[in-house]
C-alpha cells in the first residue's frame, strides 16, 4: 500500500493550491479517503473525508467553505482544492487511509501561507 502525496508550496494568503494523493496496492474505489494535517509540536488534525462514490464529504469547520475534496476512482488519486488559504493553514498535509485496523499514510506534502 502506497500514499504519495503532491502540490505544496508557498502561497500568498488569500491564495489556492491543490494538492494530489496518488494510491496503489489497495482497492482504492472501495476505501474512504481522508485528509490530514499536522503543525510542528500539534497533533495531526482531521481536515476532510470522501466516501467510496465520492458523494458524500466531511469537512472541518476551519475549512469548510474553502476547501474541496474530490476523487477520481479511474485514476486511484484524491484531491484537495485549497482556496482563500490563510496563514493558520500552514502545516504538513497527509493522505490517509484504513484498511482493517490499519492506518496508513504518505510522506506528506509542506503547505505554506506567508506574504
Known amino acids: 500500500v502506497q500514499l504519495v502525496e503532491s502540490g505544496g508550496g508557498l502561497v500568498q494568503p488569500g491564495g489556492s493550491l491543490r494538492l494530489s494523493c496518488a494510491t496503489s496496492g489497495f482497492t482504492f474505489g472501495r476505501s474512504i479517503m481522508t485528509w490530514y494535517r499536522q503543525v510542528p509540536g500539534k497533533e495531526r488534525e482531521f481536515v476532510a473525508s470522501i466516501q467510496i462514490g465520492g458523494s458524500r464529504t466531511n469537512y472541518a469547520d476551519s475549512v469548510k467553505g474553502r476547501f474541496t475534496i474530490s476523487r477520481d476512482n479511474a485514476k486511484n488519486m484524491m484531491f484537495l482544492q485549497m482556496n482563500s488559504l490563510k496563514p493558520e493553514d500552514t502545516a504538513v498535509y497527509y493522505c490517509?487511509?484504513?484498511?482493517?485496523?490499519?492506518?496508513?499514510w504518505g510522506q506528506g506534502t509542506q503547505v505554506t501561507v506567508s506574504s
Open positions: 490517509n487511509v484504513r484498511i482493517a485496523a490499519l492506518w496508513v
